[in-house]
C-alpha cells in the first residue's frame, strides 16, 4: 500500500518561507506523477502543485511564483519550497500520486500570521 508522510509545516509570518516535504513508500515514486494539495478550514481539498515523472511542473495560479514542486527520486521525497506566504495559505498540506490513491497521509499544518 502506498504510503505518504508530509512534513515541515508549520506557524510562520506573512512573507516568510517553509518547505515542506513527502516521503513516500510502497511504490516506484521515480515512475508517478506526484502532487501537494492542501485544505483550508471548513473547504474542500484543493490542488497546488503537480510534477511529472520526467519533471515537469505545474502550480496553481494561486501560489505560481511563490511556491516551488520539486522531486528527489533517489529520497523517494517530493519538495514543497513555499516563499513569500499569505494567510490565504494557512491550511493542511497533502500529497497524493496522479491519479490519487486513497491512502492520504496526515498532511503537515501550515498556518501563516498576518
Known amino acids: 500500500q502506498v504510503q505518504f508522510v508530509e512534513s515541515g509545516g508549520g506557524l510562520v509570518q506573512a512573507g516568510g518561507s517553509l518547505r515542506l516535504s513527502c516521503l513516500i513508500s510502497g511504490t516506484t515514486t521515480s515512475l508517478n506523477d506526484i502532487a501537494w494539495y492542501r485544505q483550508a478550514p471548513g473547504k474542500q481539498r484543493v490542488f497546488v502543485a503537480r510534477?511529472?515523472?520526467?519533471?515537469?511542473?505545474l502550480h496553481d495560479a494561486s501560489v505560481a511564483g511563490r511556491f516551488t514542486i520539486s522531486r528527489d527520486n533517489a529520497r523517494n521525497t517530493v519538495y514543497l519550497q513555499m516563499n513569500n506566504l499569505k494567510p490565504d495559505d494557512t491550511a493542511v498540506y497533502y500529497c497524493n500520486l496522479l491519479p490519487n490513491v486513497n491512502s492520504w497521509g496526515q498532511g503537515t499544518q501550515v498556518t501563516v500570521s498576518s
Open positions: 510534477i511529472s515523472s520526467s519533471g515537469a511542473r
